[in-house]
Each structure stands twice: as structure tokens, then as C-alpha cells.
């Protein structure tokens, strides 16, 4: 047996574990053979896949111990999400609390329990919010994170390289973008279901913007991959599937999928632009209308991973419940 798959065999501890992408890592990594914890906020019934740990809330004052006994690697997907309409007074310092404080108080008691690697499920939004077209975004550029969000996230990147210096726990960093699958919620979970109604939407003219996304079998892939191979260790990858579209390509290929014609109208951007920021939705127009690309070659090159999955399949996969 190598090295690599003793490290294989080990128990994984994965946050996160019933949400959108946790639960569809667990459902992989069990597939595979690999021993499970999951790490749940609230009590849950065993499911016989993995053994659920209560931990509560996520912050700077989070026990970790029982959830971190004889755990070879984890996998932190737990996290305060980005929201459109944010209730709290102080963004900032709500998601300081959960993204920065609870990542490292846990990343901190993992090196001190032993386990080896620590993958951390980041976000796009660290390398900031939007491209000029043709010019993605890569591992190397500087960080420029735009909103409470992403300055969360980046704190919490740059906190766990310190530690990994200091202990010698491997840090492996993902920054996915929009990610896309069955159950998928927020404003794309909507453009699938307005496109499956049959609603015009008045984007058939946005065909010179460009997106990335990644499907979620392909981030959770990669994420397997990054548990265990050697050359993960330290790194920070950028994720995709690997063909950006325009919006208006994006929602075409959506009616495919759904066997339907999406109903475009071809308003002008410009006028799109100008509705949005008249009814206060600039951020909202800038997802539909904008650029965000990223380059996920370095992946490639590093762990010779591929996506499995292409764009067309994951979107079939991603209205499979709307189509049933």
C-alpha cells in the first residue's frame, strides 16, 4: 500500500455535511470507500452513510475536539454565504465571526489533534467580482475582494497559510464561482425554473459577456481529488467547468436541457443596465450582464485533474428534478 492510499483510508471530517455541496461530497467519498464524519449544526437521524457530529455554531469559540478525534483530513465547507439582501447591521464582522474566526479556531485544533490536510472551500469572490472579457481570473493575481463576503473569505485564506506555516497542517484552497447542480437555489435556482414556466426574459441580447461556472459534481471531484494527492498540499485552485458562455447562451442551453425553448427578448444591455440601477438592483445586473472568467488550467497542470463533467451534462443534471 503507498502512502497515498493509507492517506486514503483515513476517517475525513467534512462541515457542512447536509448542505447543497457537503451532502453530495459525502454521497462521493462514501462511494469510494472512505470512512465519513459529518460535522451538523443541529442533531440529526444517522443515515448509516456517514456519523454526524453536533458542533452548533460556527465561530471563534466552536469545540472541535470530539468531531476531530482520529480524523486523518477535513474538509470545510460550512460557511456564512453571501446574501443579496443582508439583514445584519454590520456585515463585515457577521461574517468575520463564522468565515475567519470558526475557520481557524477549527484548522488550529485540527493541527493540534494531527490530522494532515485541511481543504478549505473558498470563493471566487476573493479574486474580486467581475473580468474584462478574454481576461479571467488566475491563482496568481492579487486579491480584490469587493464585498464582505470575499474579504471574509480572503482573511480566512491568508489566516490559514500563517497557520500552516507555523504547524505544518496542508492547506489546500479552492475558490470555486457560481456553482450549479440539483436543488441549486438563489437567483440561478430561479432563471431554471422561470426558463422551465416558459417566462420571457429580456436577456436575448446579452451574447458579449462571459461566465464560468462549475457544476457540482465537478467541484466535488476536484475536492476529492485535492484530499489526497500530494501535490494538493499548499496550493490554491481555481475552478470551472471549462466553457464560458454568455447569459443568453447560458439560458439556450438551459431550455436544452429542459427539452424547451428558453423565451429570450433581446433588450439592449445598455437598457438593462439602466432599469437595474434605477430599481437599486446594480448587483443583480452585474451577474446577468458582466464577465467573470476564470482560468482553471493550473489544476490541470498541478493534479492533472479534468472536469469530469461538461457544462450540457451538468445542466441536465441540474434540472433533472424541474423535468420530473
Given at each position: 500500500?503507498t502512502?497515498?492510499?493509507?492517506?486514503a483510508?483515513?476517517?475525513?471530517?467534512?462541515?457542512?455535511a447536509t448542505?447543497?455541496?457537503g451532502?453530495?461530497?459525502v454521497?462521493?467519498?462514501v462511494?469510494?470507500?472512505?470512512?465519513?464524519?459529518?460535522?451538523?449544526?443541529?442533531?440529526?437521524t444517522?443515515?448509516?452513510?456517514?456519523?454526524?457530529v453536533?458542533?452548533?455554531?460556527i465561530d471563534?469559540?466552536?469545540?472541535?475536539?470530539?468531531?476531530?478525534?482520529?480524523v486523518?483530513?477535513?474538509?470545510?465547507l460550512?460557511?456564512?454565504?453571501h446574501?443579496?439582501?443582508?439583514?445584519?447591521?454590520?456585515?463585515?464582522?457577521?461574517?468575520?465571526?463564522?468565515?475567519v474566526?470558526?475557520?481557524?479556531r477549527?484548522?488550529?485544533?485540527?493541527?493540534?489533534?494531527?490530522?494532515?490536510?485541511?481543504?478549505?472551500?473558498?470563493?471566487?469572490?476573493?479574486?474580486?467580482?467581475?473580468?474584462?472579457?478574454?481576461?479571467?481570473?488566475?491563482?496568481?493575481?492579487?486579491?480584490?475582494?469587493?464585498?464582505?463576503?470575499?474579504?471574509?473569505?480572503?482573511?480566512?485564506?491568508?489566516?490559514?497559510?500563517?497557520?500552516?506555516?507555523?504547524?505544518g497542517?496542508?492547506?489546500v484552497?479552492?475558490?470555486?464561482?457560481?456553482?450549479?447542480g440539483?436543488g441549486?437555489?438563489?437567483?440561478?435556482g430561479?432563471?431554471?425554473?422561470?426558463?422551465?414556466?416558459?417566462?420571457?426574459?429580456?436577456?436575448?441580447?446579452?451574447t458579449?459577456?462571459?461566465?464560468?461556472?462549475?457544476?457540482?459534481?465537478?467541484?466535488?471531484?476536484?475536492i476529492?481529488?485535492?484530499l489526497?494527492?500530494?501535490?494538493a498540499?499548499?496550493?490554491?485552485?481555481?475552478v470551472?467547468?471549462g466553457?464560458?458562455?454568455?447569459?443568453?447562451?447560458?439560458?439556450?442551453?438551459?431550455?436544452?436541457?429542459l427539452?424547451?425553448?428558453?423565451r429570450?427578448?433581446?433588450?439592449?444591455?445598455?437598457?438593462?443596465?439602466?432599469?437595474a440601477?434605477a430599481?437599486?438592483?446594480?448587483?443583480?445586473?452585474?451577474?446577468?450582464?458582466?464577465?467573470?472568467?476564470v482560468?482553471?488550467?493550473?489544476?490541470?497542470?498541478?493534479?492533472?485533474?479534468?472536469?469530469?463533467?461538461?457544462?450540457?451534462?451538468?445542466?441536465?443534471r441540474a434540472?433533472?428534478?424541474?423535468?420530473?
Amino acid at each position: 500500500m503507498t502512502e497515498t492510499d493509507s492517506a486514503a483510508d483515513g476517517l475525513k471530517l467534512v462541515t457542512g455535511a447536509t448542505g447543497f455541496v457537503g451532502s453530495v461530497l459525502v454521497d462521493q467519498l462514501v462511494a469510494d470507500g472512505v470512512a465519513v464524519r459529518g460535522a451538523v449544526r443541529r442533531e440529526v437521524t444517522a443515515s448509516g452513510s456517514f456519523e454526524p457530529v453536533m458542533v452548533g455554531g460556527i465561530d471563534g469559540a466552536t469545540e472541535w475536539a470530539d468531531a476531530l478525534a482520529g480524523v486523518d483530513a477535513v474538509v470545510h465547507l460550512a460557511a456564512r454565504v453571501h446574501v443579496m439582501d443582508e439583514p445584519e447591521t454590520d456585515p463585515l464582522e457577521a461574517f468575520r465571526g463564522v468565515n475567519v474566526e470558526g475557520t481557524l479556531r477549527l484548522a488550529r485544533q485540527a493541527a493540534e489533534a494531527g490530522v494532515r490536510r485541511f481543504v478549505f472551500v473558498s470563493s471566487v469572490k476573493v479574486n474580486g467580482e467581475e473580468t474584462p472579457t478574454g481576461q479571467p481570473f488566475r491563482e496568481a493575481d492579487a486579491p480584490a475582494p469587493e464585498d464582505p463576503y470575499g474579504v471574509s473569505k480572503r482573511e480566512a485564506e491568508d489566516g490559514l497559510r500563517a497557520l500552516s506555516a507555523e504547524t505544518g497542517l496542508e492547506v489546500v484552497i479552492i475558490r470555486p464561482p457560481l456553482v450549479y447542480g440539483p436543488g441549486v437555489g438563489a437567483n440561478f435556482g430561479s432563471l431554471l425554473r422561470w426558463v422551465h414556466k416558459g417566462v420571457p426574459l429580456p436577456l436575448g441580447a446579452v451574447t458579449q459577456n462571459r461566465r464560468s461556472l462549475v457544476a457540482l459534481d465537478n467541484l466535488v471531484d476536484l475536492i476529492v481529488t485535492c484530499l489526497d494527492h500530494p501535490a494538493a498540499a499548499g496550493e490554491t485552485f481555481l475552478v470551472a467547468d471549462g466553457e464560458d458562455v454568455s447569459t443568453a447562451r447560458l439560458l439556450r442551453k438551459v431550455g436544452d436541457a429542459l427539452e424547451r425553448p428558453a423565451r429570450l427578448v433581446p433588450v439592449p444591455v445598455w437598457m438593462l443596465r439602466a432599469g437595474a440601477s434605477a430599481l437599486g438592483k446594480r448587483e443583480m445586473a452585474r451577474r446577468l450582464l458582466g464577465s467573470l472568467q476564470v482560468d482553471a488550467s493550473k489544476a490541470r497542470e498541478v493534479l492533472g485533474w479534468v472536469p469530469p463533467v461538461s457544462l450540457d451534462e451538468g445542466l441536465r443534471r441540474a434540472v433533472a428534478p424541474l423535468r420530473r
